[in-house]
């Protein structure tokens, strides 16, 4: 698996990102971006973790984009229901690793989450659920408005998508204010990540949600990633 360093440009110049590009097969594949791209690459450490289960055959081999964050308040900006943000990823990022890879040809791709970016990867999977009809919410941030989440789930088009939603049962605060920008969170992220669940499934979409013993730390998430990568990408 080759690692190819490249900077992302918006077409309309508001969005310049890092990126870090693991090219798949010479043959047709898909194509899964990680939101938060430092944390999945450095923290969660997923590249291990999809060459085994790739090596393995227990999921089809892709390529990966780990997309750079941008810092603590450019996520505060991108991660919460923002369009332009998902326009970036869902045209922009999606074309660049096209053209560097030329079996990248399958349409159908993952997107991938945690924490506020979790909550970003469920918002661009129901903007574009064709392009996105799997996305790993790990701990996602469904706090921050939710009404708003919901009523996005009601106007997505009825096509098949899966959503993995996952919580740490240690994960009850409320009425807390997040850093830079002071992001305020009423309901505790149990609360979100079980109310985006029943939105969910009342919009028609294929949801497993788990809670595991723990809080909001990088090491759960790893904990679940082989066990969410496989259910999200079944073919049956």
Known sequence: ?????????????????????????????????????????????????????????????????????????????????????????AEDVVSRARARVGSLRAERHLICGLSLSGLAAAHIALRYPTRFPAALCQSGSFWFEPDAFAQLAQQRPRVRTRFWLSVGDEETDTNVSHPPTGLFQAISQIAGVERARAVLEESGAEVSCHQYRGGHAFEHWRAELSDALQWLLRTE
């Not at 944390?39 to 291990?48: E, I, N």
């Not at 090596?55 to 089809?60: E, N, V």
């Not at 990966?64 to 964050?69: A, D, K, M, N, P």
């Open 1 to 89: 698996m080759v690692d190819e360093e490249m900077t992302i440009e918006s077409t309309e110049g508001d969005y310049v990102r890092s990126a870090w590009l693991i090219e798949g097969p010479k043959t047709d594949h898909s194509l899964c971006v990680l939101l938060d791209g430092e944390h999945y690459r450095d923290s969660v450490q997923a590249l291990p973790i999809f060459a085994t289960l790739m090596q393995r055959g227990t999921i089809t081999p892709m390529t990966l984009v780990f997309v750079s964050h941008g810092g603590a308040a450019a996520r505060h900006s991108d991660y919460v229901r923002n369009p332009q943000f998902a326009r970036f990823i």
